[in-house]
Structures are given as C-alpha cells and as structure tokens.
C-alpha cells in the first residue's frame, strides 16, 4: 500500500498525466481538480489492491458521466494494456514503471531489451503508441508498422512481437480472460457528436426560448409592484410562465444513402435538442416513414420498433420532428413495396399520415436548400403529406418550423 | 485507514461500488450514484450507514426544493405573529430558525451518513447552490451571523436519476458511480441475499421470466431489481410452484402475478398483447 505513496514522483505521476491528457484528446472534460483528486486517492492506498481497483477508481475519478464510460474503457485500454500481465508476479507492490519493466523482463530476450532501449525506453515506446493511434485511421491487420491484429508491429493484439502492447483484444491468447474496461459494458451509451459550433449555439437558443411556454402560475413581484403602484394602491398581481422544459420531442432521423451528405449538420441539430429537452426520443428511418424504426443504426434489421408501439408509448403531446431530404424514387412514398429495403404491406405515405393523425403538432426538416425542392417531386409530395409544414434546415428554417410546433 | 464498506448481509456491492464508495468516504467528498429506478441507490445510503455503523440522516428532494432549506430557514411569520402577541421570544431572532438537514449533518456528534436523495428532482441550479456548502462543509447564518461548521465531515451520499443533467463544476467535486442492471449471476446472489434458501428451480425459472420480460420491445418501465425482489416475495407467500413460471411449456406465457413486475397499465396491455401474438403464431 505504501509504494503508492511513491506515484507522486516524477516517472510514474508522469504515466498519469499521459493517460490525462489522452483522455482529454479523446473528448472527456476530465479536470485538475479531478487529476489531483486521483493522485489524492491514491496516495490514500484506495488503488493499492489491484489493477481492477485502480481502473475503478480512476473512473469514479474523472468521469462523470456513463455516456463516457466507453470512451474512458478505449483510453484506458490503449494506455495501461499489459499492465495485468505483468502485474500477475509482481503483487499490489507494483509501480506503474515497475509494471512495464516487469512487462519486458517477461517477454524479452537480452538482445531485444537492448533493442528498446535503443528505441528510447518505454516512455518513447508509449508516446510513438499514441503517435501511431493518431495516424492510423482505418483498422488494420498485418504490416508491420500500424496499430492492428495480427502484425509484427509493437502494438496491436494477436502480434508476433514479443514486446507488443496489447490493444483492444477481446481475450488474450496466452493468459486471462477479459478485462473489465476490455468489455465494453458501456458501449451503447455513448451517444455523444461533436459540437460547439456558433450556429448550434443560436439553434439551441431558439429552441430555449420555445421551451419556457406555460401556465403562468408564479408571481412576479418587480411588475406586481410597479402595477400596483401604477393602480393606485391597488393590489395588481402579475403572473408569469414557470421557466421549465417541459417540451417533449420525437426526433426521426433519416439515415443513409443520399443523407450521407448532410450528417454533421444532423449531428449539430441532435447534440443540441439532446441537451435542450428532457423528454427527447430519437429514432431512425431510411428514405421514409414505414411500418417500424429502429435505434441503434448497426442493428436496423434485427431491432425494428413497430410505428403502432411508437404511437402507443408516445402520447399526442409529443412534436414529431422528421429529418430528412425527402429525396427518393415517387413509389417509395405512394405505392406498397415501394421501400427499397423491404417489401412495405401498406404504402409510406399511409403510415406518415397515421402519425400525423396522432401527433397534430409535427414538422419535416429538410437539409436540402429550399431552391432545389422544386426540381424534386418527392419533395413535393412531402410537403403536401405534411400539410406545408417542411421547412429548410437552416437558423431561418428552423425558426419557422419552431413556430409552426407551438 | 478506518472503516471500509463492504457488502452487507441485505447487499450485494460490487467491486467498482465499493471502490467508489472508499474513496469518496476516505476522501470526504461527495459520492454520485446514478442507474436506473429500482437498482438500489437510495439503498445504497442506509447499508453504507449500515456497515459503517453510522447514523444516516436522509434529505429527499422534490421539485419545490430549495438549497436554502437544506441549511436553515428563517420563519418570518411565527416571528411576526409571536411579536403581534407579545412573546419574548421573539426578542431572539435564534428562536426562528429552523435548521435544515445539512446544519444537522454538520452538528451531528458522530459523523454521519447524509443521502440526498433525487438530486435532479429539484430545480436546475439546486446543485450549484450548495457547491461551496458541500465543498467547505460549512456556511455562514446572516440572521445570527454565526458560522456553522462541520466537525465530522458527513459521508454525502447523493442519488440522480438523470433527469436533469448536473453542472460540470458540481461533477467535479464528486466521485462518481453508475450502478450496472446486474447480469443473471449477481441477480441470483441478490435474491439469494433476501431469500435465502430459495429453492433452485423457483429461482432460475423466476430469473428466465424477468429477464424475458425485460426484454420486451417498448415498455414504459423495464422492472429492476426491487420489482424482482417483490415478485419473489409474492410467488413465495402464494406458493407457487417453479412450473408455473416455466412459460414455453405451457402456452401460457404470462407469468402469474406479472402485476408485481409490470407498474403501468399500458406496459400490461402491451405485454398480453404480444403473448396473445405469441401464442397465435404457435399454434
């Protein structure tokens, strides 16, 4: 317990801190006060009893959020793999420099060691991994110089490396089964875009003011005083609207083929109505509205959500928001069997107006810019489903389209 | 170090809780428990006081809760109406303060355990008002100009349901942890923590029906953990027997008293709905 006291000198508060800043590259908002917090931890002994321990509590640490916790799992993984191995002989008394010596002395003849050493040591074996992670963009396998399975670089799982540090592998080959953060427990919550942008920003705040609509049921005392004394005397009491959120939002989403063009603006418009409303459900669909949606986009075949559950779970009181360009074949919308993905019993076009029967308070968004819907008569026949309410998917747009949900 | 938490004989922590858990009690900072309704955070506060044997003093947060009241209220009324009738306690303005749970928690004589319950119940600045409060253990009374301040830092336990999200600078003062659904295994040592000597059968056949019956597509409320403990319960005092609940047999695929399981009338209908498709398309 007490070599842990030891990880505030420099080599091994400096693993640390690599790891810190790797985890703010990779997007957590992890903070000093956080970093400085783990050290705290664990000069207290809390991480002394095994590596589990301390994944644990540096996640309890520096992520506040389980929408991260994938992405702290990947970061993790990248950054202390191999640990465990060494770790096996080497009890709750390791460093983590000792863990990576050990790691060496394990796997690594005279001449390789001297290899290394020649490469830099481990820390420049650490950093060319994060260089590497940086330029590698696709996944890869074989070679002998990118990240990958199977390849004779020093990094990547299934390797022929001896030193290799192991990557993202589902179960070593040799020794245990599989880490906790190797697991991805928490893959499905990670739900996040990037974002930041000048226009979400005014997006957002036009959503915000239509968000605080409501009874007015609380009293405002500035203009209850300067009424009352403008009456004479009179008691005069002003109300106004509760500021809450209480909007609920059904987003549906198109995805795919043509949309493909338009998926960061998508993106913007999603992170912002995420953190604007509370009540906010996302689904997808391809080209138009059938029978069912799905969530998750790598499993639209296996994990369909029936439009009638939709319509039974989500009241009338939700605004149905529809994404897409609108751009398909005229028999996609009108005629059954006209999905290009399956064969559809009744035509789109029948089950966009049972939705809209449902929901009376519902808009098309649409990506294209509004000189080019002429020219396609999908579009077209859109805008008369949805009753004129398909706007452009810009700030002007989105204005009016907010009108037109109130 | 002093004391570590650990699993109870009603509760099962895992690994990752207890480490959240030590480290937020070593530390004396704040622990963030967040997970679905029904996994035991609320619990989560009284086995910690539990194990710990401390004692607990708990603060349940509604939508009308203010900051203010956690540390102390000044009751302007009873004042007025004390002076209008003469009383000399009015004289003393202590008289009228009433002391919230968190002054409780400060003056406590031990050091105590105190659960915050549904943080994001209250309004959105809720957490922001008490940074300082929780960050110093300490705050200042302008109507006495008195400082109270904690002896024993209390071990704050706080619970949220995601319904609102909480400010960064909040986050940052806590540990946090997200309590997993818990797959099938830790399931079987729960119930067998509340019942223990559970028939085998009656067990494994109940956990197949839970599972199965959160996995239905579209329901309002997944049933968690207290829900299954409560089923139990029932199918126990009701002596059902495990072949009841073995479904595929029998064609009969509702569970007997799903009423436990399922909370909302819609999620029932759509539930026998879908065993009425079921066995349809089995026939």
Not at chain 1, 19 to 26: C, H, K, T, V, Y
Request: charged fraction near 30%.
């Amino acid at each position: 317990m007490s070599s842990w006291c030891s990880w505030t000198g420099a080599t091994a508060a400096d693993v640390l801190l690599k790891f810190f800043f790797m985890l703010r590259e990779a997007g957590l908002k992890a903070s000093l006060t956080e970093l400085l917090t783990l050290h705290e931890s664990m000069k207290q002994g809390l991480a002394a009893e095994s590596v589990d321990t301390f994944y644990y509590l540096s996640r309890s640490c520096l992520v506040k959020d389980e929408a991260h916790f994938d992405r702290f799992d990947r970061v993790f993984s990248a950054h202390f793999q191999g640990i465990e191995q060494a770790l096996a002989g080497l009890g709750s008394e390791a460093l983590p420099e000792d863990w990576l010596r050990r790691l060496a002395e394990l796997h690594l003849s005279e001449e390789e060691r001297q290899k290394i050493e020649a490469m830099g040591g481990f820390d420049e074996l650490m950093k060319a991994l994060a260089e590497r992670l940086k330029e590698q963009e696709k996944r890869h396998q074989g070679g002998s110089k990118m990240i990958g399975t199977a390849g004779t670089s020093p990094f990547g799982a299934y390797g022929y490396n001896p030193e290799g540090v192991r990557i993202g592998q589902g179960e070593s080959r040799h020794r245990r089964a599989v880490k906790v953060w190797d697991r991805r427990d928490f893959r499905n919550l990670d739900d996040t875009v990037q974002l930041g942008t000048r226009n979400i920003k005014i997006a957002l705040r036009k959503l915000r003011r239509f968000a605080r609509e409501g009874a007015a049921d609380q009293l405002d005392l500035p203009d209850t005083i300067s009424s009352t004394a403008r009456n004479g005397g009179l008691l005069d009491i002003r109300m106004v609207p509760e500021r809450h959120n209480a909007i609920k939002v059904l987003l549906c989403l198109d995805v795919g083929g043509s949309m493909d063009d338009h998926v960061r603006i998508c993106e913007e418009l999603f992170s912002a109505a995420r953190s604007e409303f509370k009540h906010l459900e996302y689904f997808y669909f391809h080209n138009f509205v059938y029978e069912g949606f799905w969530k998750d986009n790598r499993r639209r075949h296996a994990e369909r959500i029936g439009l009638y559950e939709v319509i039974h779970k989500y009241g009338p009181d939700y605004k149905l928001v529809f994404v897409g360009d609108a751009t398909m074949s005229p028999y996609e919308i009108s005629y059954p069997g006209g999905s290009i993905e399956h064969w559809n019993e009744e035509a789109g076009a029948v089950w966009i107006q049972r939705l809209l029967a449902h929901y009376p308070k519902a808009v098309w968004l649409n990506p294209e810019p509004q000189k080019r819907w002429a020219y396609t008569p999908s579009v077209q026949m859109v805008q008369e489903l949805m009753e004129d309410r398909m706007f452009p998917l810009s700030l002007r747009g989105l204005d009016d389209a907010i009108k037109s949900l109130r | 170090m002093a004391e570590r938490f650990d699993s109870t004989q009603r509760y099962l922590a895992t690994d990752d809780l207890k480490t959240a858990v030590n480290a937020g009690v070593t530390l004396e900072r704040p622990i963030l428990v967040k997970g679905e309704p029904g996994t035991g955070k609320t619990q989560l506060a009284y086995e910690v006081a539990d194990s710990l044997g401390k004692p607990i003093i708990e603060w349940h947060i509604k939508s009308t809760t203010k900051a203010q009241q956690g540390l102390y209220e000044y009751d302007a009324v009873a004042r007025l109406r004390d002076s209008q009738l003469g009383d000399d306690k009015v004289h003393d303005i202590s008289n009228y303060i009433m002391k919230g749970k968190l002054w409780e928690a400060f003056t406590a004589e031990e050091q105590p355990v105190l659960l915050i319950d549904e943080i994001d119940k209250a309004d959105i600045e809720f957490p922001n008002d008490l940074l300082l409060e929780l960050d110093q253990m300490a705050f200042f009374v302008y109507e006495t100009q008195e400082t109270v301040k904690a002896e024993h830092r209390p071990i704050v336990i706080i619970t949220s349901n995601n319904e609102k999200e909480l400010p960064d600078a909040f986050l940052r003062r806590c540990f946090f942890h997200y309590i997993q659904f818990p797959d099938e295994d830790t399931m079987a040592q729960i119930v067998e923590m509340h019942y223990p000597g559970l028939k085998k059968t009656l067990l494994n056949e109940a956990l197949t029906a839970f599972y199965k019956v959160r996995e239905v597509p579209g329901l309002k409320k997944k049933p968690s953990t207290s829900e299954l403990l409560d089923w139990i319960k029932l199918l126990l005092a009701e002596d059902i027997p495990p072949e009841a609940l073995r479904t595929e047999d029998q064609r009969k695929a509702i569970p007997p008293l799903y009423g436990a399981l399922l909370k909302n009338e819609q999620d029932v209908h759509l539930f026998e709905q879908l065993v009425f498709l079921d066995r349809r398309n089995r026939r």
